[in-house]
């Protein structure tokens, strides 16, 4: 296990709702970063945070947004949900610098 | 737009033999090619990496094999076992390596008895 832990495991929302995922960091990272896996498709990365701050940000719109506490936990909310949003959401927390990152188990987000 | 491609999708391989997944990369900046193991249920763990300054690296029964003249690099996975059996991906990054990793579309690695 890698210390990184995403909840809640399952989610089911309707379109046009919003979502919050929460993640908790492996200790002492202070890096997170949030990704979107579709099914049979490799992970796309969404945005990174680094001190409460987004520091990197992928092809998604505004309506993806996120936050990083001070305790290095974080959030990934999601706007207006879309059917194609149904995916796995998974994050990353590192420590910043040339260190790898490592992966929590993942939300499964469904939009209905 | 996809900028690290993989294949195959997918792979039957039999235990003891040699499994051999392959990726290219179109864009020149990367400089950290990491290969991530992932099984059903749970997120992507790191199995292996290279940097482009090296052509190959080894650990274990796992190999990268890197080309930088033609951007690909492949993994090797020798005397494959049915505890190998998960979805691989490549992947690349670059401006020091860990941010914004682009992961490959995934190879489902079957090794049967």
């Known amino acids: 296990e890698t210390g990184v832990t995403q909840s809640p495991t399952h989610l089911i929302k309707t379109r046009g709702q919003q979502v919050t995922l929460r993640c908790s960091s492996q200790s002492g990272h202070n890096t997170v970063s949030w990704y979107q896996q579709a099914l049979g498709q490799g992970p796309q990365f969404i945005f990174q945070y680094y001190r409460e701050e987004e520091n990197g940000r992928g092809n998604f719109p505004p309506r993806f947004s996120g936050l990083q506490f001070p305790n290095y936990s974080s959030e990934l909310n999601v706007n207006a949900l879309e059917l194609d949003d149904s995916a796995l959401y998974l994050c990353?927390?590192?420590?910043?610098?040339?260190?790898?990152?490592?992966f929590g188990p993942g939300t499964r987000l469904t939009v209905t | 737009q996809q900028q690290v491609k993989q294949s195959p999708q997918s792979l039957i391989v039999q235990k003891g033999g040699i499994s051999i997944i392959n990726c290219a990369y179109e864009?020149?900046?990367?400089?950290?090619f990491p290969w991530y193991q992932q099984f059903p249920g749970k997120g992507p763990a790191l199995l292996i990496a290279?940097?482009?300054?090296?052509s190959e690296k080894k650990e274990g029964r796992f190999t990268i094999s890197f080309n930088k003249s033609a951007k690909q690099f492949s993994l090797h996975i020798m005397d494959s076992q049915p505890g190998d059996s998960a979805t691989y991906f490549c992947a690349a990054s670059s401006g020091g390596g860990y941010q914004k990793v682009t992961f490959g579309t995934g190879t489902k690695l079957q090794v049967i008895p």
């Open positions: 864009n020149t900046a990367f400089d950290y």
């Open positions: 990353a927390s590192r420590l910043a610098g040339p260190y790898e990152q490592y």
């Open positions: 290279i940097r482009p300054d090296v």
